[in-house]
């Protein structure tokens, strides 16, 4: 959660409906990823009223990814199913996420089929990445669907002994496997308030998921180097057969001048693609945790179970 104490009345509202439905054990991990609003103190209030609600507090804004792994790490159920606060992620399909878990799936997903309530420009951005990452990424992204799946104890376990610290959570979903089962729904509008996610932001995430999990990016400047080279070396050859045989002059300035500059951006581009991922290797040599936790308040509810036939 970060900045949505407008929403918290209505989702636990909701939600806990919801969780009583499936007969089974639970908690409501909820992450303050350094809210600036009412937020945590809205949270501290409803652990009296919320039954099994537990408090992780961040100390501070440390975005999106590392605190879905902040709460995947601070779980304990036999299950987890990560849900954003917005109600974008209606909570009553967990009732049928619940029941294929049940039936054996690992991984029940929750897909996308009608975005309306997103802009246009975001839902052609996102339909770009999506068929963009699957195309240059061993691991297969599923269209149009975001983090609101169910997840099995085993897959959790497999998530957390991953160690890499610049995360991009759906490719990981997507790189751990296990047996999985979808679920479409209609996304509705937020609850209230706006989104938290900028452009740029947006931005900045498809950049990690595309070099997360692909060295394409990288592999595309050698053979564009190859062909370049090949190309002026034919150009070469032009240009020597036309001196030998008429006498011509080489192309003066103007032509000299826009191959110098081509070549120059094509190469500050090829630095720009290495520089990402220098960068992220950078990044992970240093060893710093994904998310530091300022203080943890546990709603003082049974333990969930560990195991899916439990009650």
């Known amino acids: 959660m970060f900045n949505e ?25 909820c992450v303050n990823d350094g809210s600036r609003d009412g937020t945590l103190a809205r949270l501290q209030t409803l652990r009296a009223t919320v039954p099994g609600l537990r408090v992780v507090d961040l100390s ?65 951005t996102s339909e770009w990445f999506y068929r963009l990452h699957n195309r240059i990424s061993d691991s297969r992204i599923p269209p149009n669907v975001g983090d609101f799946r169910l997840m099995d104890r085993q897959v959790v376990d497999a998530l957390k002994r991953l160690p890499e ?45 595309l070099t997360s999990f692909s060295t394409v990016p990288l592999r595309i400047w050698t053979y564009l180097g190859l062909a370049v080279a090949l190309l002026a070396f034919a150009y070469g050859l032009v240009i020597v057969g036309q001196v030998l045989l008429f006498g011509r002059d080489a192309p003066g300035y103007a032509s000299l001048i826009t191959v110098v500059l081509f070549l120059g951006g094509l190469q500050l581009i090829g630095l720009g693609v290495i520089g990402e991922y220098l960068g992220r290797v950078y990044m992970e040599s240093k060893g710093r945790p994904v998310y530091i936790v300022r203080e943890e308040a546990d709603g003082g509810a049974a333990q969930p179970p560990h195991h899916r036939d439990a009650p």
């Not at 209606?90 to 039936?103: A, D, K, T």
């Not at 790189?175 to 209230?192: D, E, K, L, M, N």
């Open 5 to 29: 104490e407008a929403t918290l009345d209505l989702f636990f509202a909701q939600l806990v409906p919801v969780l009583a439905q499936t007969g089974l054990a639970f908690e409501i991990v």
């Open 60 to 124: 501070r804004n440390f975005g999106k990814e590392a605190a879905l792994t902040a709460g995947i790490d601070h779980a304990l159920g036999a299950a987890v199913v990560p849900i954003d606060a917005d109600l974008q992620d209606p909570p009553e399909l967990i009732l049928e996420m619940v029941r294929l878990w049940q039936q054996g799936f690992d991984v029940v997903l929750a897909q996308r089929t009608d975005r309306s309530a997103d802009h246009v420009l975001k839902r052609k």
């Open 165 to 209: 610290r610049r995360r991009f959570m759906k490719g990981l979903f997507a790189w751990v496997g296990f047996r999985q089962a979808t679920i479409p729904y209609a996304r509705p509008a937020r609850a209230a308030g706006d989104s938290k996610f900028s452009g740029w932001s947006l931005w900045n995430l498809a950049v990690e998921g």
